[in-house]
Structure formats: structure tokens, C-alpha cells
């Protein structure tokens, strides 16, 4: 097949470029590029691996966002329990232990109170849904 452009007089020859999109990382590699090179390491939950985690939620979530604790039931409990996660308390300066994980520092009407992240449900509207779910996975599974 032999077309001619006739905006530049170029013969095309019938090759095709097909652009396939990369298939998206399943929740293991997402959780292994959180927690970077590990080395000799495992990616259970420790006091290095919530540093890491903390690091990368910390440069890839938008604050302020909606959460609820605790989970709502019926849409009363929706109004009644949501909260505000302002941002995340580091883990190397303030409180996080591996029965709780790292905290966030919420704001509820003029209440502020620091939670642990794990307690916490995030709309799947969200757009930090996914990062925060992979945590949440990684946090109560790989102990």
C-alpha cells in the first residue's frame, strides 16, 4: 500500500505504530514502589518500612481531604462522623508504633485530634483512595 502526503510528498508504506497502554501495577508493586529498595529487608510493617510509607503518602496525597471515623452506616453518620485529615505526623518525630501506624492530625468542627491512618474510611471517590488502600492492605497484611 502506497499513499502519497500531499502535504510533503513522503510515500507511506503501510507500517503502524501501535500504542498499547502499560497495564496499571497490581497492589504488590504498588506497595513495594512505596516502600523503595529494601534490600535484606522485609516489607513487613517495622519502624523503617512506616518510614517509608509515611515518606511516600506524604508526597503523593492531597490535603486537606474527607475521611470518616468511625465507618458511617446510614447517611446521619455521614454528617455525624466525618473529619478532616489535615496532614501526616512523622513517624521519626511524632507518635507511631506498629499497633497503630502512622498518624494524621484531623480536624473535626474546632476539634483537632491525631488518629491512626488505619482507622480511618476514605470515600472511594477520593483521589487518594488508592494510595491509602494499598496502605491499609499493606498495614493489617503484611505484619
Known sequence: MNLLNADNDVRWHGLRVVAEPCPKPGR???ILEALGPLG?????????TLSRYY??????LS?????????PTSPREQVEYRSTVREL?????DICDEFSGIFCKTRKGKYEINLPLVELEIPKDSP???LLD???FWFWNWR
Not at 63 to 71: A, I, Q, R
Open 55 to 60: 515518606e511516600y503518602l506524604a508526597a503523593r
Open 28 to 30: 504488590r508493586e504498588r
Open 128 to 130: 487518594n483512595f488508592q
Open 134 to 136: 494499598d496502605y491499609w
Open 63 to 71: 490535603f486537606p481531604f474527607t475521611v470518616y471515623y468511625p465507618e
Open 40 to 48: 535484606e529487608h522485609s516489607p513487613s510493617v517495622a519502624e523503617e
Open 89 to 93: 505526623l512523622d513517624p521519626t518525630k
